[in-house]
């Protein structure tokens, strides 16, 4: 595990590939949170022992089926943290987690210091999330955008670039210092500081005129 940014790590997979997704490990009062990536294989035992020292987890939340696994009822059964996603991806993520709970896919607060955004396009249930860390706010994007090794790009389904157009909108608007993407485990690149709208607007103006 890497701190990257205060109380937040990068957690690679125990075996990294170019197949294999980063997930992020987040320390905070109210219980430490996962943003999981464990699609295809991708394990995070090798770093249950930190995460044990950190204080253990309370909840992963998933951004979209896509990033689901067994694994995550292993995750579960170390430190008995759910596993968290809207109820429209439900169906899917219940196929492979046991563990699973979920909430409406509408923005809400799961948390006072974590507010759920539903941002469809690259999945109809895809959500990311606001977390308020003392004195920061910071956004977990999931896969709904990401760094490719050349620039931030979004990736909608076939037929999602509307409903990914309106979640762009929606993310240039929000207000937050950081954005974290759970990126290829092998790119070194996943966050970007987004200080002032003006910054969110060029990012994700730049993101939308490339769908």
């Keep these: ?3 990257i940014a205060p109380d937040i ?7 990294v590939t170019p197949t294999k997704y980063l997930s992020f490990f987040v320390k905070r009062v109210r ?3 996962i943003f999981p990536c464990f699609a295809k294989g991708g394990s995070i035992e090798s770093s249950f022992e930190e995460i044990e020292s950190l204080g253990g987890v309370e909840r992963q939340l998933l951004g979209d089926m896509h990033h689901k696994s067994s694994h995550c009822d292993v ?3 170390r430190f008995g943290a759910y596993t968290y996603c809207s109820d429209i991806e439900a169906p899917d993520t219940s ?3 046991k563990n699973l709970r979920t909430f409406r896919c509408v923005r ?3 948390e006072p210091d974590i507010e759920v955004l ?3 396009g690259h999945r109809r249930g895809s959500c ?3 977390v308020t860390l003392k004195k920061r706010r910071v956004l977990f994007a999931g896969d709904n955008i990401f760094f490719d090794g050349a620039r931030w790009i979004a990736l909608p389904s076939r037929e999602g670039r509307a409903q990914m157009l309106e979640s762009l909108r929606l993310l240039a608007s929000c207000e937050y210092d950081t954005l974290f993407a759970n990126s290829m485990a092998t790119e070194s690149v996943c966050s970007i500081d987004l200080p002032s709208a003006a910054k969110k607007r060029a990012l994700f103006g730049a993101i939308a005129a490339a769908l």
């Design 1 to 3: 595990m890497q701190e």
């Design 95 to 97: 196929k492979s987690v």
């Design 118 to 120: 539903p941002t469809p």
């Design 128 to 130: 990311c999330y606001l």
């Design 108 to 110: 809400a607060a799961l």
């Design 75 to 77: 995750v579960f059964r």
């Design 31 to 33: 219980g430490n949170l």
């Design 9 to 15: 790590f990068r957690v690679q997979p125990s075996k």
